[in-house]
């Protein structure tokens, strides 16, 4: 019988510029070395390691290190998902793209949608091709002039996408960064050395809806919530398919960062 007292290490992968991007359908920026760059690997490192707490099987980390978003690059993105909701999708999904995604997320908000009212949001010609691969990738039903989402908890495998910005000194700068990173993820954070003394930081961020991390580890909780989350965004459903892509593209779990 396993000691469940003694905690297990969460399977993770971590993937950046270095990873095979064209399996994945996602790019980073550079990384360049420095104080920043160093800043985020030792917290990463803190993280893995304190990042134990109520391990439940099933679940993998993909931590994403500065994707190319709409909004910029994050320095670091993780992603916390079930393993056991992607383990049902079939291959067709492999092809989506990300118009495809936008598509798929308007129709998640819907329990039924005719086809008209799509046609008036999106071009008719790639709404038609977009239709056709979301119904072979098993993710809508096509019923004549409606469509059907099938069950979020049956497509979407994420529980927690939190987005991190590292910043020496500038830590305004990060808060800006972080605020706009809630297009997308559960929650965001700013990450710095250490908080400054009678630094008004941590009420800033809390007045944008921003959490504050320190790689000493004054500020930091691990425990973050694993409940059935709904996508913020279509980039949501991004990290989504880019987690369970990365996961089939090799049989390792954990990288080296």
Same mark, same amino acid.
């Given at each position: 019988?396993?000691?469940?007292?003694?905690?297990?290490?969460?399977?993770?992968?971590?993937?950046?510029?270095?990873a095979?991007?064209g399996?994945?359908?996602i790019?980073?920026?550079?990384?360049?070395?420095?104080?920043?760059?160093?800043?985020?690997?030792?917290?990463?490192?803190?993280?893995?390691?304190?990042?134990?707490?109520?391990?439940?099987?099933?679940?993998?980390?993909?931590?994403?290190?500065?994707?190319?978003?709409?909004?910029?690059?994050?320095?670091?993105?993780?992603?916390?998902?079930?393993?056991?909701?992607?383990d049902?999708?079939?291959?067709?999904?492999?092809?989506?793209?990300?118009?495809?995604?936008?598509?798929?997320?308007?129709?998640?908000?819907?329990?039924?949608?005719?086809?008209?009212?799509?046609?008036?949001?999106?071009?008719?010609?790639? =709404?038609? +091709? @977009?239709?056709?691969? #979301?119904e072979?990738?098993?993710? $809508?039903?096509?019923r004549?002039?409606?469509?059907?989402?099938?069950?979020?908890?049956?497509?979407?495998?994420?529980?927690?996408?939190?987005?991190?910005?590292?910043?020496?000194?500038?830590w305004?700068?990060?808060?800006?960064?972080?605020?706009l990173?809630?297009?997308?993820?559960?929650?965001?954070?700013?990450?710095l050395?250490?908080?400054?003394?009678?630094?008004?930081?941590?009420?800033?961020?809390q007045?944008?809806?921003v959490?504050?991390?320190?790689?000493?580890?004054? =500020?930091? +909780? @691990?425990?973050?919530? #694993?409940?059935?989350?709904?996508? $913020?965004?279509?980039?949501?459903?991004?990290?989504?398919?880019?987690?369970?892509?990365?996961?089939?593209?090799?049989?390792?779990?954990?990288?080296?960062?």
């Amino acid at each position: 019988m396993p000691d469940n007292r003694v905690p297990k290490m969460w399977p993770y992968t971590v993937l950046d510029s270095r990873a095979r991007t064209g399996e994945i359908g996602i790019r980073f920026r550079q990384s360049r070395s420095g104080p920043e760059e160093d800043l985020v690997r030792d917290f990463l490192e803190r993280f893995l390691e304190r990042f134990t707490v109520k391990v439940r099987d099933g679940f993998q980390v993909t931590f994403f290190k500065e994707p190319q978003l709409e909004s910029g690059a994050p320095d670091l993105v993780g992603v916390i998902w079930r393993t056991a909701t992607a383990d049902k999708w079939n291959k067709a999904r492999l092809l989506l793209q990300p118009f495809d995604i936008r598509v798929m997320h308007h129709l998640a908000q819907h329990e039924n949608i005719d086809r008209a009212s799509l046609e008036n949001l999106f071009d008719r010609t790639r =709404l038609k +091709d @977009a239709l056709a691969k #979301l119904e072979a990738a098993e993710m $809508v039903r096509l019923r004549g002039h409606t469509i059907s989402p099938r069950p979020l908890s049956k497509l979407y495998a994420a529980k927690h996408i939190f987005a991190i910005e590292a910043k020496i000194t500038k830590w305004r700068d990060a808060l800006n960064q972080a605020f706009l990173n809630r297009w997308f993820a559960t929650s965001s954070y700013i990450l710095l050395p250490r908080i400054p003394l009678n630094s008004v930081v941590v009420s800033q961020a809390q007045s944008l809806g921003v959490g504050v991390w320190s790689s000493d580890g004054a =500020l930091f +909780d @691990a425990n973050l919530p #694993l409940a059935q989350s709904s996508p $913020v965004s279509y980039a949501s459903w991004l990290f989504n398919e880019w987690s369970w892509r990365a996961s089939i593209s090799s049989p390792k779990h954990h990288a080296e960062f």
